[in-house]
């Protein structure tokens, strides 16, 4: 029999604890009571739980790298309101982001020279994996980030103008500060959000 890895044995002996208190969250209506969803990045350091005061069954929580608004985060957040009924979504990126230190050229780079796990230095990422790579990676947009404010003023023009997305979501841009912990309004995102008649 393989050997458990300690990460997995970790995950799992957590999960027993957290099942052993799960109480009646078993009965919790598919719907999120507050009917809202939120698209955001998959750093770690993010935990929107806990910035926008969420429990079990309150809202949607839709990540990736940048919390970019991509074809799938779009087709996840359509999927929210159509069938689940959210009423408003929200597009956060974050300060200190990691799609803000990389380029597609760059990814692409990397991938091509080997699929070992690459590290940032002083001049910039390196990739000391010996190979081989890929080039499957250069057929793919990595929706990077060159500017922090006016990526999250794309990813809700991009939601607003969906020909799949009704008008009247009333869609919000904010960025996380790792710093502090608040959320910064990116005033021309939400005003590219704004619902007519909102």
Not at 23 to 46: E, H, N, V
Not at 88 to 117: K, N, P, Q, Y
Not at 119 to 134: F, R, V
Request: proline residues 7%; charged residues 20%.
């Amino acid at each position: 029999m393989a050997s458990v890895s300690p990460v997995l044995s970790a995950v799992l002996a957590d999960n027993q604890t957290y099942a052993s208190d799960f109480g009646d969250k078993g009965s919790l209506p598919l719907p999120p009571a507050r009917r809202f969803a939120i698209l955001t990045c998959m750093d770690a350091r993010l935990d929107p739980a806990k910035f926008a005061g969420l429990r079990e069954g309150d809202a949607h929580v839709i990540r990736n790298a940048g919390g970019r608004a991509s074809d799938d985060a779009i087709r996840s957040l359509v999927i929210s309101y159509k069938l689940l009924g959210t009423r408003e979504w929200f597009v956060i990126h974050h300060s200190d982001c990691g799609m803000e230190t990389f380029t597609d050229a760059i990814m692409r780079g990397l991938l091509a020279h080997s699929l070992e796990t690459a590290q940032i230095t002083p001049e910039g990422w390196q990739d000391l994996g010996q190979g081989p790579g890929a080039r499957e990676g250069d057929f793919i947009s990595w929706l990077t980030i060159s500017d922090l404010a006016q990526s999250v003023v794309e990813d809700v023009n991009r939601i607003r103008h969906h020909p799949l997305v009704p008008p009247s979501i009333p869609i919000y841009g904010y960025i996380y500060d790792v710093k502090t912990g608040q959320l910064v309004e990116v005033p021309a995102a939400t005003e590219a959000g704004v619902a007519p008649g909102g």
